[in-house]
């Protein structure tokens, strides 16, 4: 039996790989988000909102809204302290289009910048999950402060940081304190925030060491439903808007090509010249 073009080319289509999504359906004319027309969501519900929609497949309640909100506003910009932002500038210095600046300054983002909303998530919901060392979640609020005490001790013994403590600017985050208010007043304040805010008051005891922005974000996130592994990406849709405008007034107000340092300025430890020629 002689087997067609037309039907050998059906085969193909029924084996070839096809991309898999939940998240948008395009077809002619028409565009599905999560079950909704994207039409309808135009005009109807906020940025965060959307956020929320793309990321959890439904949209949010009123309270979790407004606290995603407070959350993206609270990651908007630190100045031109974070090395990201650095990158971003000194890339525009150079007449680099803002696409690619955009890229290279969350490109930067690494475990030392950005990473520890991430590893701080992943640390309190675990730690809701399965305890210390798979011991059971906590089932009542002492067993909460058993727990923090646990993880803090734990911490202190091996030298290290615990994610989402301490800062490397300020000794007292300006805005952790405003965010666990407005976390308690959306109701959002739930067991990963206040294992966090306990964490806190034993290491301020202790070492005299403070929760930042990471740590109250992390408890808070968690509350809401986030997955940990959302972590970088929540940062990233809240810092975007701060590197668009630092590229912005790089490119319109400094002089293009900026320099980290004069050449006077640069010490140089390696070797001395030679002559390419000489035995020695």
Known sequence: ????????????KLTKPRWRTSITKVEPNRIITRGYPQEDLIGNISFPEMVYLLLKGELPPENQAKMLEAVLVSFCDHGVTPPSTQVARIMASTGAPMNSCVSGGLSSFGKH?????????????????????SSG????????????????????????????FGHRFHNKDPRPV????TAKKFGCFGVHTELAVTIENLLLEMKGIRINIDGANAGILSDIGFDWKFGTGIFMIGRVPALVSHIYEEKSVETPFRKFAEVED?????????NINSDE
């Open 137 to 164: 979640p906590p089932s009542s609020r002492d067993d909460l402060k058993d727990l923090a005490l646990l993880t803090t001790e734990r911490y202190l013994e091996k030298d290290e940081k615990i994610p989402g």
């Open 1 to 12: 039996m002689v087997i067609g073009r037309e039907t050998v080319e059906n085969l193909l």
């Open 178 to 181: 405003k965010l666990i208010k």
């Open 266 to 274: 640069i010490y140089y430890t390696g070797l001395n010249s030679k």
């Open 113 to 133: 910048h950005a990473g520890a909303l991430e590893n701080s998530m992943h640390l309190l919901q675990e730690l809701i999950k399965e305890g210390i060392d």
